[in-house]
């Protein structure tokens, strides 16, 4: 168990959906970044929060957004959903700013019929 | 941005031999290099990284080593064993939050 949670484990919706992913970062780890992983893109970027606050945006589309909480649990939002958003979603946290020392979920498959 | 790319795609070893994995960035700034195994169904995980101002690091059977001039970085496996069965992805960062992952490679250890 890395300590990062991540829920639901499995999705599977229709196209023109919405849904919602949660994650719960490591205790102490106030860094949450959300990462896609898809067999053609492999890894890519989404966006990162710190203590709440948005910091970066990677290769986000406009149909997804996210958001962290107080609690610094954060939500992925995607909308509108196209079959192309298939994939596995993970988020990662870790203590401060920077990437060091990243920590993986277990991820949430997606999968849009 | 950071373009990262890895190779091979794939590597069969057999248990007991070497494993090495190779990557390149085109980032010059880029100063953290992280390497993940991921496990089926499981997320990456972190096994082993390095900074800009090392040029060679080692915990027990892996090693990474980084050549800034070539901007190039490599994940040794000594004395394999079935478990290190997985994907295997560098990383490299070059503005301090997000990470740029390369493609992956499966390394299948033979018994």
């Known amino acids: 168990d890395s300590g990062v949670t991540q829920t639901p484990k499995h999705l599977i919706t229709a196209t023109g959906q919405r849904v919602t992913l949660r994650c719960s970062p490591r205790?102490?780890?106030?860094?949450v970044y959300w990462y896609q992983q898809s067999l053609d893109q492999g890894l890519q970027f989404l966006i990162h929060?710190?203590?709440?606050?948005?910091?970066a945006k990677g290769n986000i589309l406009e149909r997804f957004s996210a958001q962290q909480f107080p609690d610094l649990h954060s939500e992925l939002n995607l909308s509108s959903l196209e079959l192309g958003d298939s994939a596995l979603y993970f988020c990662?946290?870790?203590?401060?700013?920077?990437?060091?020392?990243?920590?993986f979920g277990s991820g949430t498959r997606l999968t849009v019929v | 941005g950071e373009n990262v790319e890895q190779h091979p795609s794939t590597l069969s070893v057999q248990e007991g031999d070497s494993a090495v994995i190779k990557c390149t960035y085109s980032?010059?700034?880029?100063?953290?290099f992280p390497w993940y195994k991921q496990e089926l169904g499981k997320g990456p995980q972190l096994i082993i990284d390095?900074?800009?101002?090392?040029g060679e690091k080692k915990d027990q059977r892996i090693a990474v080593t980084l050549n800034k001039t070539a901007k190039h970085f490599s994940l040794h496996i000594t004395e394999t064993q079935p478990e290190d069965s997985a994907v295997y992805f560098c990383?490299?960062?070059?503005?301090?939050?997000?990470?740029?992952f390369g493609a992956g490679t499966t390394v299948t250890v033979r018994a």
């Open positions: 990383a490299a960062s070059y503005n301090d939050y997000k990470l740029s």
């Open positions: 990662a946290s870790s203590v401060g700013r920077g990437p060091y020392g990243y920590t």
């Open positions: 980032d010059s700034a880029s100063n953290y």
């Open positions: 205790s102490g780890d106030l860094s």
């Open positions: 929060y710190y203590n709440g606050e948005e910091r």
């Open positions: 390095i900074r800009s101002n090392v």
